[in-house]
């Protein structure tokens, strides 16, 4: 018997596009997430962004809520249960959603690892992956790269962002 999560991933090229195609994210947020990821270097930052509804159903960001990593590892993270649940609850009670989920990665692209993958648990949500690598910093502003991912089904699908 072959458990499912030693089975790859179908390539997302071979699979329609949940959507969206592009995601807009507040500026005031995008800033508070890399400074958050810079705070926390070494390790891996992570934190949630709550909306008014799912990124995949066309919710807009409102706040960004950081969170502990739990690991404080340098390689992988995993949101504090505490953050988890204190940030989920008031999602609930505001009836907002999960819009998105994030992390840095302090030597890698950002692009979802494995790990990363196996991990999603918000289909409809963002994964929002900012670098730290220098490789990925944008040399014009300095800025570390911050790209977006639908990750459904264990499959990974780039969403254009846009920071306003």
Same mark, same amino acid.
């Given at each position: ?14 699979? @329609? ?16 997430? /890399? ?14 962004? @709550? ?6 159903? %066309? ?27 204190? &940030? ?11 819009? %998105?989920? &994030?992390? =840095?990665? #302090?030597? =890698?692209?950002? /692009?979802? =690892? ?15 992956? /900012?670098?730290? @690598? ?5 040399? @014009? ?17 780039? #969403?254009?962002?846009? #920071?306003?």
């Amino acid at each position: 018997m072959v458990d499912e999560a030693d089975v790859a991933a179908p390539p997302a090229s071979d699979l @329609a596009h949940p959507g969206p195609s592009e995601a807009m994210l507040p500026r005031s947020i995008a800033e508070a997430i /890399v400074t958050q990821a810079r705070d926390e270097y070494p390790n891996e930052a992570c934190g949630i962004i @709550a909306g008014t509804g799912y990124a995949g159903h %066309g919710g807009a960001a409102l706040r960004y809520e950081a969170c502990r990593n739990e690991a404080a590892s340098p390689y992988r993270y995993s949101i504090h249960p505490d953050d988890a649940f204190r &940030v989920l609850v008031a999602i609930d009670d505001a009836d907002e959603a999960v819009w %998105g989920i &994030v992390h =840095s990665h #302090v030597r =890698s692209s950002a /692009v979802p =690892s494995l790990t990363d993958i196996g991990l999603a648990q918000f289909p409809d949500a963002l994964y929002i992956l /900012v670098s730290l @690598a220098d490789e990925e910093t944008d040399r @014009a502003t300095g800025r570390p790269s911050m790209r977006a991912w639908r990750i459904v089904d264990k499959a990974t699908f780039e #969403v254009a962002l846009v #920071v306003r």
